[in-house]
């Protein structure tokens, strides 16, 4: 099922967040996080972090996968999402490096270049979410076109982690991170499939914006096709979306959402 909280700002949406990934840390030490990359999830992690340090939790024994890498980069690369993740998340909770993982680093840690090491990195990748014991909880952003990870429109809802090319809009959009210039921005990724998102036991995925509300109204109340993957967070048995105002302006049941959120016993958590 899909349940949908409509807050205020990103702050609200990062508090519930870390609320819920503190408690599970709390109950799992060696909890299992999936990791998102983009502006989304940054507050969340914030919120995490300041709990982390404020109620002294142990994460010692946290282990972490991120959604997706580029191919090409090095893993040095400051956007690299191996970078990316340990600026925004390693550091800032402490986590141990050693535990966190982007796809293609669980093969040797070489940059995903020549074609062979590529056609391994998505089942290996799989192969050690599993051999972790599955993603506890995994934190998700979603474009305007509907695609979390790399997983553009028309991407299958049962496909594991594998080679993509990007959209060119979406080129578009991440040359932000690159001076600017779309040359720079790589063609190629490797991202955890639909079917692997939906592997993981429960997902939180954060949209804000006007920008995203036609994307959040395909995903929660239009029907499930691979032209809006995040559509298939409906088939999903727990799956929560947080969003702002605006993200939540083109739901027709909003105000359901509102009160049934309101009237939820706080022992259910999210």
Not at 12 to 32: N, Q
Not at 44 to 50: D, F, K, N, P, S
Not at 65 to 86: R, T, W
Not at 95 to 113: F, N, Q, W
Request: aromatic fraction near 6%.
């Amino acid at each position: 099922m899909v349940e949908v909280i409509v807050v205020r700002d990103e702050d609200e949406a990062g508090e519930i967040y870390a609320g819920c990934v503190a408690s599970l840390i709390r109950r799992k030490p060696d909890a299992v996080l999936g990791l998102a990359t983009g502006s989304s999830p940054l507050a969340a992690y914030r919120h995490l972090a300041a709990r982390v340090r404020a109620e002294s939790i142990d994460v010692s024994q946290v282990r972490g996968f991120a959604l997706d890498e580029y191919i090409g980069l090095p893993l040095d690369h400051p956007e690299s999402y191996h970078s990316v993740i340990h600026r925004t998340v390693v550091e800032p909770l402490g986590l141990d490096p050693a535990k966190v993982h982007v796809p293609g680093d669980v093969l040797d840690g070489a940059p995903l270049s020549d074609g062979e090491r590529v056609a391994k990195a998505g089942a290996a990748y799989d192969e050690a979410i599993a051999e972790a014991g599955g993603i506890d909880v995994q934190i998700l952003g979603i474009g305007t076109d509907g695609h979390v990870g790399f997983n553009e429109p028309g991407s299958s809802l049962a496909s594991g982690t594998r080679v993509k090319t990007l959209a060119q809009q979406t080129r578009i959009d991440n040359a932000r991170f690159f001076d600017g210039d779309v040359d720079k921005v790589p063609t190629h990724c490797i991202t955890q499939g639909i079917g692997t998102i939906m592997r993981a036991r429960h997902l939180v995925l954060l949209a804000f914006g006007s920008g995203k509300a036609e994307a959040v109204a395909e995903t929660v109340e239009g029907g499930v096709s691979a032209f809006c993957p995040a559509s298939a967070l409906q088939l999903h048995p727990h799956a929560t979306i947080i969003v702002d105002e605006e993200a939540a302006s083109r739901l027709r049941h909003k105000d359901y959402y509102r009160y049934a959120y309101t009237h939820k016993p706080a022992w259910q958590g999210i």
